[in-house]
């Protein structure tokens, strides 16, 4: 009976490494493929945004910054703003302005103040 036992623990063990195998060697999904190659492209371009700039932008999310406060995520032709010193009452979809203070180290975000509603 014991041996039956481990013969199938043995089995389903190495379906499953053999299962991981194929797909570790099959590559990344086109799904995975087509995410990485936009992610590339947003390292090449150029930032549709200059520093000190003004931007009326609109909040698509809110996301928690490391520190714990709460920032805005935006979009400025596809290029990602985080949005900070929100005050209370914004909610998704509402049009605000901000002023651009600085970029990610790879220029593929940037870090906005909000200075009001639009």
Request: aromatic share 8%.
């Amino acid at each position: 009976m014991l041996g039956a036992a481990s013969l199938a623990l043995g089995l389903i063990v190495m379906v499953l490494f053999t299962s991981w195998l194929v797909r570790r060697f099959r590559g990344p999904s086109s799904e995975q493929h087509e995410s990485f190659e936009r992610h590339r492209e947003a390292q090449q371009r150029e930032p549709p945004v200059e520093l000190g700039e003004t931007v009326t932008v609109a909040i698509e999310e809110f996301t928690v910054h490391h520190t714990g406060d709460k920032q805005a995520v935006c979009k400025v032709e596809g290029f990602v703003v985080f949005v900070e010193d929100l005050p209370s009452g914004l909610e998704v979809g509402d049009v605000i302005e901000a002023e651009i203070l600085s970029f990610n180290r790879g220029y593929t975000s940037a870090t906005a103040r909000f200075l009001g509603r639009s």
